[in-house]
Structures are given as structure tokens and as C-alpha cells.
């Protein structure tokens, strides 16, 4: 296992996120507890000692599970991460009572790392309220050591992490985001590495293999990425990439089954970061994927001149193609939540006004019913 520095700590390269773990046929919140047990014996033996948990992961069952299966080995052998609900805004008001009831949970008197969950465009004003209280009680648990490192994961824009770190940098030892090579571009993942790397904060990263959808590639990507690394597979390529990207210090992967976590553990026996071509044909690969299932949108705002709505067609175009490609998922309604009701997708009237001057002829009007309808 690669172990990476981080203060005076050595953490596993990879670490187990229990978003997606087993469970029982047919009754998605009920966790399969003999499967976690089995794959968290394996996790340890094997060396990783970092373990990513949510209050709201399997309806909020994943904290007592990992707080069982952890709870067989010394407390001082593993590190244990989970976060603040604020996704959910009725949660801003109970930060005291939600920590105390996910120590009781995970059985533990602290967390080796805590974070502010999902900071995003719906809860950003909600997060830097400071009549919540929240970011005080957190750093205050961190002075009587019931915290040991305080972080943020992250699902907004730049914008939003510029607003966050403007109010809370000083106190953010880490940060988790979403980073893989497709949302290199497709996020603007690029540009938040650049953002922490120059904050001097460490990253941790979340969805290295899109959900699974990096796990496989066509026989065509796998022909092309092959040349260069004959032996690599599909998940190799994802994970020697965040090898290669400045700053990554944790990359956490949500395995749900015991193959799983064997093969991601077979990764991680070696650092093999990509050289300058590798690193091109990879981006190549996830600017093709990004291709063939987004609709070529370059944001060249003629149609917005032309809206008889106002809308912010660019953007919305941005967020059907994120909302297709993940067939369907909670960002982009996320997002749409914090927009006003007439400058959504349902706002377009069908004028088609857009559409006559769109370089790359798409059928806006029609793209806008059809986010409706996934929506």
C-alpha cells in the first residue's frame, strides 16, 4: 500500500468510502454486515487505515455499520472521516446535536477528520451564516481534540469554493472534491486543484471512477489507451491519473463488493504516475467520452442575446448534459434549486429564437423539454 504524508500522519493512498457499500437484495439501506466486516479485515490487512463515512450514506446506516466493523480493531490503528449534513438545510441549526449522535453511532470519543459536507450553490449562504453557529462549534470540538482535522467536501462551482475559502480557509486542513479525468473539463476540476494547490490544501478525492463509469472503457479507448501501457486496465488509467495531479493526498473509492476492493488494492501496491503523452491521451480519452454524451455547447452566449427569457442557456445546457450523462442524479436539480423559478428549464417557451443563431445548430428548445421531463 502507498502511504502519503500528510502532517505527522502516513495515510493510505487509497481509502474505503461507504457510500456504496453491500446490502441485502432488494433493501438498499439495509447494509450487508458480514460483507462490510469481510471487506474491512481485508481493507486493514492490506494497509488501509483511512475510512470515509456520512450521516447520511445507506439512510444513515453506514456510520453504525463502520462504527461496528471498526470497531474490533485498536481505535489508534485507522483513521475515521465523516461530515456535517448541510445538504440538508433544515440540518443548519443542529450541528451540536448531529455531531453528539454520530459519535454515539460510529462508538467513538473522536473523528480523525470532520467535514463540512457537500458545500454547494443550494447551501453556500446557508454554510456562512454564522448565526448557525456551525463553523465555531466544529473548531471549537477540534480544541478539546473530539476533531483532530477539519475539512470540506465540495459539489459547487469555483465560485462557491472561493466563497468558502474566503470565510473558512484559515481553518480548512483539507478538502474533498470530485476529480477524475473527465471532470478535468467537465467540472472544472482542473481548476480547483489549482485553486487548493495554491491555498496549500491538501486534496482528497471523491468519485475517481465516476460512479463507475470510468470502470469500463470501449474497446476503441481501450485499444488506443493500451499502446501506451499494454498491462493498465480501465480503473488503472483513473487512479494513475490522480497519481500524476499535484496536491492528491487521499483518493477514496466507494467499493461495493469484495472484487472491488482487491483490484483497488492491487492499484495501489504502486505509484505509477503518467508520464507527459500518457497524460494527453487520457484527457484525449475523457474529452471523447465527454463528446459522445454532451451536447456541444461552447458557451459562445449568442443564444442568450437572443432569449426572449433571459435565460442562461449556456448553463442550462451545462447542467443537462451533467444531468443526462449521470441519467439523472442530484447536482443539476441541485443547482436549478437556486435559481429563480422563470430562469429555468420549464421557463423556455419554445420561440426557437435561440436556435437561429446557435453556431452548432442545437435544438435548444427542444433540449430544454426534455430536461423538464428527466427532471
Known sequence: MIYKNYQDLKLSALGMGTMRLPVIREEGNRIDEEA????????????????????????????IVMGKALGRYPRESYYLATKFPG???????KVEEI???????????YFDFYL??????????????????????????KEKGRIRHLGFSLHGGPSVMDRFLEAYGEGMEFCQIQLNYLDWT??????????????????WVMEPLRGGRLAV????????????????????????????VQGVTVVLSGMSNFEQLKENVRTFETEEPLNEEEMEAVLQEGARIQKKNSLPCTACRYCVDHCTQGLDIPELLRLYNEHRYTNG????????????????PGACIGCRSCEAVCPQQIKISEVMADFVKRL
Open 186 to 203: 467537465f467540472q472544472d476540476a482542473k481548476r480547483k486543484v489549482e485553486v487548493l494547490n495554491a491555498h496549500n490544501i491538501p486534496i
Open 99 to 109: 455531531f453528539e449522535k454520530q459519535l454515539e453511532k460510529c462508538g467513538v470519543d
Open 116 to 141: 463540512f459536507h457537500n458545500v454547494c450553490e443550494l447551501n453556500i449562504d446557508a454554510y456562512l451564516n454564522r448565526d448557525y453557529g456551525i463553523y465555531e462549534y466544529l473548531l471549537k470540538q
Open 36 to 63: 462490510v466486516f469481510e471487506m474491512v479485515d481485508y481493507a486493514m490487512a492490506q494497509g488501509i487505515n483511512y475510512y470515509d463515512t456520512a450521516w447520511g450514506y445507506h439512510g444513515g446506516q453506514s456510520e
Open 87 to 93: 445538504y440538508d438545510l433544515s440540518n443548519m441549526g
Open 329 to 344: 442524479g442530484f447536482m443539476a436539480p441541485m443547482v436549478l434549486n437556486t435559481m429563480p423559478e422563470d430562469k429555468r
Open 217 to 244: 472503457l470501449s474497446d476503441e479507448g481501450a485499444e488506443r489507451l493500451g499502446k501506451l501501457r499494454q498491462k493498465e486496465q480501465a480503473p488503472g488509467w483513473a487512479f494513475r491519473f490522480l497519481q500524476t
